[in-house]
């Protein structure tokens, strides 16, 4: 089926540096969004992204926190500069459209912030 | 504050037995219930899902049922199997949101021969 690529599957930094997470949509699909699980809590919402702009945000996607789509490739989130408690998983997903729709989930990326 | 509550948090049941995993919700505005199954290493994907106009939803092995009046909702697996052996989200999202799904902590199923 329909797939969503995460790159990379790990990452590991020093506080304070920035990070850039990787994703590849599925490629037809338009509404673009990333999730945050912290280690045995749940997904939480973080941003979602829909032709080029931020539709929606939590109040977890902190001012430190941006996303971008350039010219069709990887949808991104960087985080700059990082904290520790933005150690995660971080998940991206995708969808055809907005609304009740079916999302694709990549497989993670774990950040380890040190 | 957890808008979206799941029970148990891990569930042990017989192969061949119906696991039942239960969900609860705060927001009156939520409309839509997908459940995400999720393996260890690999992002959730969409298992089953229902709207807030029904109260039951069947797939194969799989049953949701909705109660409105009292915000809470079940997934019924029956007749367990190795295979199911995962962790099960459950997610609530509202009519007017682009898909900003607010997930459930998870129940961890572990299915065992009798």
């Known amino acids: 089926g329909p797939k969503v690529l995460q790159i990379p599957s790990h990452q590991i930094i020093d506080m304070g540096q920035m990070v850039t997470l990787n994703c590849d949509p599925v490629s037809n699909h338009l509404y673009f969004y990333w999730y945050k699980q912290i280690l045995g809590q749940q997904m939480e919402f973080l941003v979602n992204f829909y032709n080029g702009k931020v539709m929606e945000k939590s109040k977890l996607f902190k001012d430190q926190f941006s996303v971008e789509r350039p010219d069709g490739s990887y949808f991104t989130l960087k985080i700059q500069p990082t904290a520790l408690e933005d150690s995660a998983v971080y998940f991206c997903?995708?969808?055809?459209?907005?609304?009740?729709?079916?999302?694709?989930f990549g497989h993670g990326t774990k950040l380890s912030v040190l | 504050q957890q808008q979206v509550r799941q029970s148990p948090q891990s569930l042990t049941v017989w192969e061949g037995e119906t696991a039942i995993l239960n969900c609860s919700y705060e927001n009156s505005a939520f409309d839509y219930f997908p459940w995400y199954q999720q393996f260890p290493g690999e992002g959730p994907a969409l298992l089953i899902s229902?709207?807030?106009?029904?109260d039951k939803k069947e797939d194969g092995r799989f049953t949701i049922f909705f109660n409105k009046r009292e915000k809470k909702l079940s997934l019924h697996i029956a007749d367990s199997q190795p295979g199911d052996s995962a962790t099960y989200f459950c997610a609530a999202s509202g009519a007017g949101f682009a898909s900003a799904l607010t997930f459930g902590s998870g129940t961890k199923v572990i299915p065992c021969l009798p």
């Open positions: 229902i709207l807030s106009v029904s």
């Open positions: 997903a995708s969808s055809r459209d907005r609304g009740h729709e079916r999302l694709f």
